[in-house]
């Protein structure tokens, strides 16, 4: 069963930072487009980040402009930055990786980020 490692979650201050990592098997990850999705109470999972394997990036708005999302190829590894974070990007991360040409989708288990003073 594959498995993404994800770390970095945890409680920060509004207007604080972090960065999630997302670790998975070399041989998906050279292949693969990894996402950050979000989730929080009472709402609908929603997509934060994605970069492809070519190293293509997209953003919600919500996040847009203070957030980074890179891909370490060295490391089998996709991290997000995000900055100014605010109460509503509290929610549980998850990293998800996809192989189009496989048409197969892999999650991580989820981390909690909490944004909270």
């Known amino acids: 069963q594959v498995q993404l490692a994800e770390a970095g979650g945890g409680l920060v201050q509004p207007g604080g930072s972090l960065r999630l990592s997302c670790a998975a098997p070399?041989?998906?990850?050279?292949?693969?487009?990894i996402s950050w999705y979000r989730q929080a109470p009472g709402k609908e999972r929603e997509l934060v980040a994605f970069?492809?394997?070519?190293?293509?990036?997209v953003y919600a708005d919500s996040v847009k402009g203070r957030s980074v999302i890179s891909r370490e190829n060295a490391e089998n590894t996709v991290y997000l930055r995000m900055d100014n974070l605010k109460p509503d990007d509290t929610a549980v991360y998850y990293c998800n990786a996809r192989v189009f040409i496989w048409d197969k989708e892999y999650w991580g288990q989820g981390i909690q980020v909490t944004v909270s003073s």
């Open positions: 970069i492809t394997d070519g190293g293509v990036t």
């Open positions: 070399q041989n998906i990850f050279s292949i693969a487009s």
